[in-house]
């Protein structure tokens, strides 16, 4: 099963203590040795970015940073894992490290499993007839 976990935060907490980035690097590290990890990284600024997108038949493209935002996603990591129990897991053992080394910052982890398209007809389709009722 594959996962997408994105960390989020408030507006621009700063940078993080070189301490935490080592911390989580020796845990990156070890998922990339066991084979978990697919893929991870930051995200840059919202000052940085730009949005697209479609509302009541119009495109716009807005660049940041973004005065609607309150919370940001900072950066994501995609695992192959068993079980949605592990990825809880891997998030509680990566929220630690943010507990212990960077106290005063205030989060959280978005874990969500990535569907591929024989994904979706299983799992989708009982939610759509319910609201189909």
């Given at each position: 099963m594959k996962?997408?976990?994105m960390v989020k935060h408030g507006k621009n907490p700063g940078p993080p203590p070189k301490e935490l980035m080592d911390a989580i690097a020796i845990?990156?590290?070890e998922a990339v040795k066991d084979g978990s990890m697919i893929s991870n990284g930051g995200l840059a600024?919202?000052?940085q970015s730009a949005r697209v997108r479609v509302s009541k038949g119009h495109l716009t493209v807005t660049d940041g940073p973004f005065a609607e935002s309150?919370?940001?996603v900072g950066?994501?990591?995609q695992f192959e894992l068993k079980s949605k129990q592990e990825?809880?897991?891997g998030a509680v053992r990566f929220m630690e490290l943010?507990?212990?080394y960077w106290p005063e910052w205030e989060g959280e982890t978005e874990i969500r499993q990535i569907f591929g398209?024989?994904?979706f007809a299983k799992n989708c389709q009982p939610a759509a007839e319910a609201v189909a009722k």
């Open positions: 996962f997408m976990m845990l990156s590290q600024p919202l000052e309150k919370e940001v950066g994501y990591a990825a809880i897991d943010h507990r212990k398209p024989e994904d």
